[in-house]
């Protein structure tokens, strides 16, 4: 049973729009990340948060910005899309200590420019 | 720097033994994960090990860490067609902000 959703699940879009990737997770988790993963596999930690009003660029350069203002919601914003940001994006969260119980990752949200 | 690196690709028959295996290279790291990512889906958290422990065995899962070679294996009994996925291992280095590092994952095809 999910405790963190990501949607929409799917997202066509055209090239210039800008759009709005949501992630609410309900277990109280005070950190946060998106992932952009490769068709590859790879991940790739593009942004993180350690609790309200923090927000933190991850290892790969992105396009994209994020906000933390409540602490259960960290919605990732791309302003003008483009195909080189087709990719699949998941949301993870986590207590602050990384402790046993690691991450907890949504569903992903696939994008795809044109 | 921090690396976590895992064989891409194996390929296996129902009912044999699957073997993935790991290497990290932060010595401080306090747990290991392994996770299962299915087509479509996000990552699942499949066990863990604290690392002062050798072996972790769950069901049909057998976690196996030598600390001293700083290699990490999970082993899956009787493969089944459903275990077809995407293993990631993942460290929780001393650093890093305390993010996971994740390997780039292996990709387990299990053959009727």
């Known amino acids: 049973e999910a405790d963190i959703y990501q949607t929409p699940r799917y997202l066509v879009i055209g090239t210039g729009k800008k759009i709005t990737l949501e992630c609410s997770q309900t277990?109280?988790?005070?950190?946060m990340y998106w992932y952009q993963q490769d068709p590859g596999m790879e991940l790739h930690l593009i942004h993180y948060?350690?609790?309200?009003?923090?927000?933190e660029k991850g290892d790969l350069s992105s396009e994209s910005t994020v906000s933390r203002i409540r602490t259960e919601h960290f919605p990732l914003t791309l302003e003008s899309a483009r195909p080189s940001h087709t990719s699949q994006y998941l949301c993870?969260?986590?207590?602050?200590?990384?402790?046993?119980?690691?991450?907890?990752f949504g569903s992903g949200t696939r994008l795809t420019v044109v | 720097g921090e690396d976590v690196e895992q064989s891409l690709f194996l390929s296996v028959r129902e009912g044999d033994s699957s073997v993935i295996n790991c290497t990290y290279t932060?010595?401080?790291?306090?747990?290991l994960y392994w996770y299962k990512q299915e087509p479509g889906a996000g990552l699942q958290l499949l066990t863990y090990?604290?690392?002062?422990?050798d072996m972790k065995q769950d069901q049909r899962l057998t976690v196996l860490l030598n600390k001293k070679d700083k290699h990490l294996s999970l082993r899956i009994a009787d493969t089944q067609t459903g275990d077809s996925a995407i293993y990631f291992c993942?460290?929780?280095?001393?650093?890093?902000?305390?993010?996971?590092?994740f390997g780039k994952g292996t990709k387990l095809s299990v053959k009727p």
């Open positions: 948060s350690y609790g309200v009003n923090s927000t």
């Open positions: 932060d010595s401080s790291s306090t747990y």
């Open positions: 277990m109280g988790h005070d950190k």
């Open positions: 993870a969260s986590s207590e602050l200590g990384s402790g046993g119980n690691g991450y907890t």
């Open positions: 993942a460290e929780s280095p001393g650093g890093s902000q305390g993010n996971l590092i």
């Open positions: 090990i604290f690392s002062n422990m």
